[in-house]
């Protein structure tokens, strides 16, 4: 009886069925293959079913219910070349669930380039700028504590 108390205590305070198996062994407390499948299963059973400290008083399985996909932080790059990696990577990301969004905290900017030279015809485009990348105006800071700030 003393032991299902120990076993019933070591899950509350998270410890794993593994564990609590270890524990047994190391007492010298044996059992058939079929009876800790048995026990194992009951172990996971309570395990995932108890209330738990490090959960904030949740118990597992209520954990994975409220971790759905839905709920799945977004992925924002912060630079240019964040941007570049995660373009990349993305759909490695959304296949596992975990939404990436590529244009949520840029900024477009409209840049003139002449690339024949100076005594050429401009060419107007857009450039996404984020908050990482230094600032268009050049003064050497970041965008987001320049012309960004504001934004």
Known sequence: M???LQVW????????PSKII?????????FEEKMINELLELLVAAHNNTRMKENRGYKPSEMVRKKSVDKMP???????NAAAILKDAA????????????????????TTMFPIGLNGEPIRVEKKIYPND??????????KKCCGKNN
């Open 134 to 143: 230094p600032c268009p105006c050049g003064s050497g800071k970041k965008y």
């Open 91 to 110: 759909p490695q990301l959304e296949a596992m669930g975990v939404p990436v969004d590529l244009n949520g905290n840029t900024d477009v900017i409209q």
């Open 9 to 16: 205590a070591n899950s509350y305070e998270g410890e794993s």
């Open 22 to 30: 270890n524990k047994m062994t190391e007492a010298n407390i044996e």
């Open 74 to 80: 977004t992925i924002v790059p912060a630079s240019s």
């Open 2 to 4: 003393t032991w299902c």
